[in-house]
């Protein structure tokens, strides 16, 4: 059983709020990632760390930003929510070890209005 | 630019046909690994298979890895209504920064 965890779930927030997503795990792993899905749709990478104090950003341009102070802790935050915001996000982490799985969380489900 | 590109992109079988979905690459990996999600839910991982590794085997799934075409295909057996998901293929590749990509994906359906 994974020990990713994703807050909240599910999100409905007016255009222009600051918010920020929550991903924490208890598997001590290095590799965190954040990944955007619409519905049905493939997953888009928009952020990942090796570890604390690395951040990179993904393949997909992102507006969001993100930290990763604590191992088990990688937050991502929208400064200014916009419609087009509205989206699944996906956090995975895995092990520093080569050839390793990746565990995901069960998705927060965002709604921008 | 995602790396993994799964075929086809939708699937539809009778309960106990086999499923084949097949998945395409571009660069050097270390391994690849296929994942399945059901609807509005997480990705689960299924199988990984190493860049050395030609076949592997877990239940009722097989998957193959040809790194000469750059390809891999997921055959789950004897499928059953549960199956019906999307099943991603994901990519870990060779060069530092060529972070951990997904393919779109091939929605499966299984009919009782």
């Known amino acids: 059983e994974a020990d990713i965890y994703q807050t909240p779930r599910y999100l409905v927030i007016g255009t222009g709020k600051k918010i920020t997503l929550e991903c924490s795990q208890t598997m001590g792993h290095d590799k965190m990632y954040w990944y955007q899905q619409d519905p049905g749709m493939e997953l888009h990478l928009i952020h990942y760390s090796y570890g604390v104090n690395s951040t990179e950003k993904g393949d997909l341009s992102s507006e969001s930003t993100v930290s990763r102070i604590r191992t088990e802790h990688f937050p991502l935050t929208l400064e200014s929510a916009r419609p087009s915001h509205t989206s699944q996000y996906l956090c995975?982490?895995?092990?520093?070890?080569?050839?390793?799985?990746?565990?995901f969380g069960q998705g927060t489900r965002l709604t921008v209005v | 630019s995602q790396q993994g590109e799964e075929d086809p992109q939708a699937l539809s079988i009778q309960e106990g046909e086999n499923a084949t979905m097949n998945c395409s690459y571009k660069t050097s990996i270390n391994n690849l690994q296929w994942y399945r999600q059901n609807s509005g839910r997480g990705l689960v991982h299924l199988i990984l298979i190493r860049s050395n590794e030609r076949e592997k085997h877990s239940g009722r799934l097989r998957v193959t890895l040809d790194t000469s075409k750059k390809s891999s295909s997921l055959l789950i057996t004897a499928s059953r209504a549960a199956d019906t998901a999307s099943y991603f293929c994901?990519?870990?590749?060779?060069?530092?920064?060529?972070?951990?990509?997904f393919g779109p994906g091939t929605r499966l359906s299984v009919l009782p």
């Open positions: 994901a990519t870990d590749h060779i060069l530092y920064g060529q972070n951990f990509v």
């Open positions: 995975a982490s895995r092990s520093g070890r080569r050839n390793t799985e990746a565990f």
